[in-house]
């Protein structure tokens, strides 16, 4: 950490101290987790006045109330006859070691069953003494979301990250109800105009919460580029591949260096929709148009799919080639191949394979929810026929709303991870989902039931049902 953030830039240690189950006669039982503080610079903000903890009574101190009924503790000084007096709902200012705040319990509602859940009152203390209401707090491995959540709370901006989908999921199905509860508007974490961003609907909201927006790096949903426009679309597929846009006119939409031997075509935003022939005709006339002698130019059509018309065209194509012994090669690269992912290593020589984070992930697969009634108001669901629809994927959660509107996903409190460990703690730990539900509802009627479930490698897909409770 002092090689990361600056050895003179050192703070703080604090040392959280709490009571848990399982304890050892053969060690001292590990019940402390250490914190280390580090400023940017010497000149950093941090007033622990903002987060006192409770004070306790002390014996040799005499106990009173004042006129406004406050209680206080105060003490004479021998020598100088000075009333030095502490209001205990002032609270005194914390040490460096807290023993005050426990682990979440098993009964706590904020408990939410994530495995490294972090209390709120400990990141309330640390986010209230180094910051003020607007600032923004940063947590790069979010986990529960429980930094979000209480950012939110405290009226503080924040940025968050995750390499797990099910902590994102976690997180904003956490914010959402926050949200929620804070402006007493419901949100609309599903718009189908703006897949990227969760926004709260303006009717009756009694506090307004900032919109939160979710971003995907390095692995990125392959439905959600059917919201994004054409020219987004070319950004991110020219940038991934180490080309820049073409800055003539042209059917061309950029170029890989050296020069412009490697034009490169685009197809749709949309992963359902393909190239034409007839753009790819226009592409391919073009660059017939500039060849020259002995120099070799290697196009490339990227997309997400090819429909059969173009792929039968390409071999028209590449037979008029070989035939007019054309210095000219024509490649179709589907954009989450295997294929594509080599050529964007190729540009990194000194990056590992395992090393390189790249990944289109297609949204999983539930074939239908089988519901049985188990007792009165009580029922029984199960999501059948799901699986991921990924290469080398697993469900790895399955989350429930038994009450569900559309486009407006919450996850009931029982069911936010619902999965279990099928190889042990370590680098091969390993969690598959569980795809099984019991609700009890408190009346009859109908209702909107549905089931979320994400695997391994991002994806995510949501499937509704109607159900008719009867007592």
Known sequence: MDKIFGYENFVNEVVWCYETAGKSKKTFSRKHDVILLYGKTSDFYLDVSKSPIPRKRNKHMRVGIDEHGREYEEKTDAKTGKVYRWYFDEGRLPFDYWTDIQFINWEANERIGYPTQKPEPLLERIIKASSNEGDVVADFFGGGGTTFAVAMKNKRRFIGCDSSRVAISVSLDRLVKIGEEISGAESNISAKDDSFQLKFQEKAITEKVPNIEVS???????????????????????????????????????FRPPGQQEPILVGPADPNDSLDAETVKAFFDEIKSRLEPDKLVRAKLI????????????????????DNQLPMEIDLIPL??????????????????????????????????????????????????????????????????????????????????????????????RFEAVLTAKHKFDKEGEYTLACKVQDNLAGETVLAKKVRVED
């Open 216 to 254: 995907y790096l390095g692995v990125y949903p392959v439905d959600k580029f059917s919201h994004i426009t054409h020219n987004s679309f070319i950004d991110f597929v020219l940038t991934c591949y180490g080309a820049s846009h073409n800055t003539a006119e042209g059917v061309a939409h950029g």
């Open 303 to 322: 997309g997400w799919r090819f429909n059969r018309q173009v792929v039968e065209y390409i071999k028209v194509l590449r037979k008029y080639i070989e």
């Open 336 to 429: 989450d191949s295997r294929e594509f992912r080599k050529r964007i290593l190729q540009r990194y020589q000194d990056v590992d394979e395992a090393e390189f984070y790249l990944r289109f992930s297609k949204p999983p697969v539930i074939g239908d929810i089988r519901i049985k009634k188990i007792g009165a108001l009580e029922y029984e669901f199960e999501a059948v026929d799901a699986f991921s629809s990924n290469e080398d994927g697993y469900l790895v959660n399955c989350q429930w709303d038994f009450d569900y509107h559309e486009g407006h996903f919450t996850a009931d409190k029982d069911y936010i991870l619902s999965r279990q460990k099928i190889k042990p703690k370590g680098r091969d730990e």
